[in-house]
């Protein structure tokens, strides 16, 4: 079973930068698909970003030309590189992999953007 942990959250200034990570301890495959989820207080989790086996992206609207979603098939691991941070940004977020092996999320990470 591949079991994903998050690390990079924090608090964040209105506009400022924050990079999350997602390492596997098992195997991922380069098959896979990797995304983030976002889930804010009292709302539905939401997709934020995918990358493709074969590394196409895409992102919800709202933080499109502001995130960007990268993966290094070597290391196992799956990044959101998250820039001009608004305070609507804040929630614990998820990272999922999932393949025809394995389907995984991450216990997630806070991230809380306020001045």
């Known amino acids: 079973q591949v079991q994903l942990v998050e690390s990079g959250g924090g608090w964040v200034q209105p506009g400022g930068s924050l990079r999350l990570s997602c390492a596997a301890s098992?195997?991922?495959?380069?098959?896979?698909?990797r995304g983030w989820y976002r889930q804010a207080p009292g709302k539905r989790r939401e997709w934020v970003a995918v990358i493709t086996s074969g590394g196409r992206t895409n992102y919800v609207d709202s933080v499109k030309g502001r995130f960007t979603i990268s993966r290094d098939n070597a290391k196992n691991t799956v990044t959101l590189q998250m820039n001009s941070l608004k305070p609507e940004d804040t929630a614990v977020y998820y990272c999922?992999?999932?393949?025809?092996?394995?389907?995984?999320w991450g216990q997630g990470t806070q991230v809380t953007v306020s001045s």
């Open positions: 098992g195997r991922l495959f380069s098959t896979d698909t």
């Open positions: 999922h992999c999932w393949g025809s092996r394995y389907d995984s």
